[in-house]
Nanobody
Framework: QVQLVESGGGLVQTGGSLRLSCAAS????????MGWFRQAPGKEREFVAA????????SDADSVKGRFTISRDNAKNTVYLQMNSLKPEDTAVYYC??????????????????????WGQGTQVTVSS
């Protein structure tokens, strides 16, 4: 079983920054593709960013391009989401996800939340205006 715990959320002003962390259990973390998704009230859970098992390939949503950066440290079993230039529309619960049954990472497929089979509990990000 894979357990994911997000942290780093909070309240920030427009234009500010936050760094989310996702700590994962499991000895095979380094083989999992990882992703970040977010969900605002009344909306579907949407793709934010993803990173392949090695960290060499990433993808991100058009809405966060140039502002958010996903990264990982396999030695620490942790994936990060650096969020800069935050906007009120970024307000959502952010979820970390792991794909344990997906072999070859592609940027297009990484946008599909069904590719990920383990999810964290989420961390709230609120951007004030």
């Amino acid at each position: 079983q894979v357990q994911l715990v997000e942290s780093g959320g909070g309240l920030v002003q427009t234009g500010g920054s936050l760094r989310l962390s996702c700590a994962a259990s499991g000895r095979t973390f380094s083989r999992y593709h990882m992703g970040w998704f977010r969900q605002a009230p009344g909306k579907e859970r949407e793709f934010v960013a993803a990173i392949n098992w090695s960290g060499g390939v990433t993808s991100d949503a058009d809405s966060v391009k140039g502002r958010f950066t996903i990264s990982r440290d396999n030695a620490k079993n942790t994936v990060y989401l650096q969020m800069n230039s935050l906007k009120p529309e970024d307000t959502a619960v952010y979820y970390c996800a792991a794909a344990t049954r997906w072999s070859t990472f592609t940027t297009a497929q990484s946008m599909d939340r069904n590719r990920f089979d383990y999810w964290g509990q989420g961390t709230q990000v609120t951007v004030s205006s």
